[in-house]
């Protein structure tokens, strides 16, 4: 489940690159498509099947997003506690 970027304050600076567009930051248990980015290229066919770009999103990019996230939301986290 995602978590709003205001949740963490001050400190969202390096996580907000990777929050979707409605502000929301993936975490572990997120799936991708459960995010809402901003694509310039449609992600599924008609029939709810992926696209190729889907296909590069999903197994390319979506991976990165995501642990990029987490690392920082880590990070952000251990800021928080200092």
Known sequence: ????????GSHNL????????DGFV??????CWEMNYS???TTHH???TLTDYGVWFEE???P??????IAETERANASILK
């Open 1 to 8: 489940m995602a978590f709003h970027i205001s949740r963490l």
């Open 64 to 69: 990165v997003i995501k642990a990029c996230a």
């Open 14 to 21: 390096h996580v907000t690159p990777f929050a979707d567009i």
């Open 26 to 31: 993936p975490t572990e248990k997120t799936k």
């Open 39 to 41: 694509h310039n290229a």
């Open 60 to 62: 390319d990019c979506w």
């Open 46 to 48: 008609d029939d709810g």
